[in-house]
């Protein structure tokens, strides 16, 4: 059951759903300039998390959040924690605010946004303050928002709000049984929310979560992220001689740590590219041949992609698309190396010890802590008996995956491809956000991802920006799946009559 | 000629060789305690060479060698030079002072010593301070000579000082043909003795040089070092992408140059532990059977060489001993890497660059030049087109090796042989010593190194030691290598009529 059939009772006027829907589109044309003026209220407040100097601010900006949230019916309690407190908001109850919502139901959604930012430094590199938001006309006409936060996430998550209060000043209500969780700590970890989806889980357990929090394919392509990348960090510290040698005297004796790291770091890579550690692969599986497609027609070339950087020959399995290899297969990376002498000039030493740090992708339901085993056997086998090695754990998340069965995607792509007049590409993310795999793994649910973030909007750097175009379309975007998701099949049916 | 006829004419009354060198064995035993008492006077002077707080302390030191040198009837001068002085003394003219001795006849010598020494820091781990020279009696009733430079290298060149002084107390004139030369830049890395070598070669070059700065087998068996490493030094700068990354984003697609320069140096060496590189082995020579044999005796265990530094498994060439390991074999070691996030914790970074020094010891007539190409080939080798290379040079000098067939390198051995009644051998270092390959390029002479330091000294650490049964002995060595260096064929002939 949705909220058009209330409407329609509380209107006495029966309007048509694609009615409803063009009234909420028209009123966030109307209102777009109340909608900056809105973003740009909450992007003043210098809600820098990982600086205990803006606690005050961080509190300032979740109430902020919670008065609007309030203003638009959702009933709403900023929850401490033992950081940044967490505004959670819940629609006002009605007969889908309990339990799981039945066959063909609109599914009750949990929005996940964040209301923190990162650190402005270099502040000298901004070329305005980064709590003074502003709009820039760029050469050719394009409008950008220009703050700190303007993109991730404040603007990116009033994309959302906004749609939500479109429908609430057209219908009266919200379009869904929504649940808001803005935590106050993506910018330094999230550290304690992963505590508090687990402490509340009943109450933020819904069918369904809804993210804006990733990038569009393009400036024109509006994307869906249907998969993160997990993540396994290690540490791995060599100790051959209990000291460092002079390698005039020991050079050919004595067992050298970095030849041992570099040998071990070598052999973890096939010539072709593939990971060598036993059973990696393990839980990894291929894409559906529809979306192999999809990836195909994108046409990210190695040249497009890697030129940016300064490369220009791929470096993962062959065989692999670029964008499979960035996206949706495993990568296993050192991500640092220290041994020896590293300074100026030369010193002719074998060191005692040497250091790498390694990390890996993970996608599809590779286990991490039996990558991680895997990792550690794979070491340990290639050491001599005379040589230690110690392993330190920095991090373990495995990958999420949204169902591609799940009805949300479908009706998100649809909803995408008509805003966008451009067909929505579903897409994975190298990168980890590892509160959406407790989403899956602790509520049990789905997330759908969609986000309107370009790759130039400067996201952690200075000069922070947020298309107006996007923000402007990203509200209409998510205006759009609303309605989708509200739309039942049981009123699908009755239509059809 | 040598001296003894010299000293026959002069006393009138004929001693044999032997009653001479009787004589001045006595001698250095009767002398001990004044021989001790000058060097600890020069062990007083503060000559530390790299710190130019010290400049003041190395003159008084060259000064107070010069000093030492004339009262036992060198000439000699002090030679300036962009850092500090060289000591240049010669053995007063004779017959054998100009042109190269003939078939059968002395060697004309260059004895190569140093005065300076190595900075005493860290002060606070001296037992007493480092420029009061005492002598300490362990349990077991072994005494040591305590001080900064009490073996390296004020004490093992007294030794040789000292024995020329018994001569002339017993002879009234000096064993051989001898030019001093002593500087005070080795622990510097004698930057400006390579060229005053080559400004003064004529007056240099004699028919083989001496140099008391190595050591003994083990405190019972003393050891002529017949060959020293060479070294070429290189450091290899890889970069891949224009800036790091994140490995969410680029893993799997950019190239990591902690891997390319892990595959490269494990590439390296081959699982038999020789090096890959092509042509690394051209010029490398097997050691004379004999030799082998020798070194064979000498039951150098792994386990022996190993345990004190807390390893057991040689990691050189397999099928060859852990002596040829670490002296007569050429390697290649990996002295310093760095590269990637190398703090606290976990950053997902793919670095754009990395760095690795890496150095080969040379032996025999491996050509420092050529190696160096054939690294710097093989790294290119295995880069891809999108990777860059920038190569630094350090170092480069050629291997040293005594000619086995020197007819010093025999007199030498037996006059050892003779003092320590334990066979002495030869062995080659894993070091190096620059000036030495200058001696045989620049000059054309070999070297006769022999030295009698121990394993336990402290050299150019805290608490340095010379034994003072080595420095007793070793005076006791130079004296009878003296005698039987001065003994020429003509005579043996004579004296077997």
Redesign the interface.
Known sequence: MAFFDDYKVLMGDPMTESDVLASVLDRVDRDLDASLERLFALLRIQSVSTDPAYVPYCRQAAEHVAADLRSIGFQVSLRPTDGHPVVVGKSASGKNGNGHTGRGEAPRVLFYGHYDVQPVDPLDLWQTPPFEPRIETLDGGRKIIVARGACDDKGQAMTFIEACRAFKAVTGTLPLDITMLIEGEEECGSKNLFGFVRDNAAELRRDLALVCDTGMWDAATPSITTSL?G?V?EEVKLT????D????????????P??V???V???M?RPDGSVAIPGFYDGVRELPADIKVDLEGLGLT?EK??AP?????????KGRM?IE??ST?P?A??????????GE???????GK????V?F?LVGAQDPEKIRAAFRDFIRARL???CKVEFGN??SAPAFDVAFDNPALAKARTALTEEWGRKAVTVG????IPIVGDFKTVLGMDTLMVGFALDDDRVHSPNEKFDLKCFHKGIRSWARILAALAETDDRRRRQAV
């Open positions: 990348r993540l960090y051959c001689a209990d000291r040698l002079h390698s005039g005297l020991f050079g050919g004796a004595a067992r050298n970095i030849h790291l570099a040998d770091l070598s052999a890579h190695p992609f890697l950087i300064g490369l220009k020959i791929p470096a993962g399995e670029l290899q960035i297969r990568t990376e050192v991500n640092g190396i220290i041994g020896g002498y590293t000039g030369a010193k002719t030493v074998i060191p040497a250091m790498a740090k990390s992708r001599s008996a005379d920095f991090t993310a190298g990168g980890s």
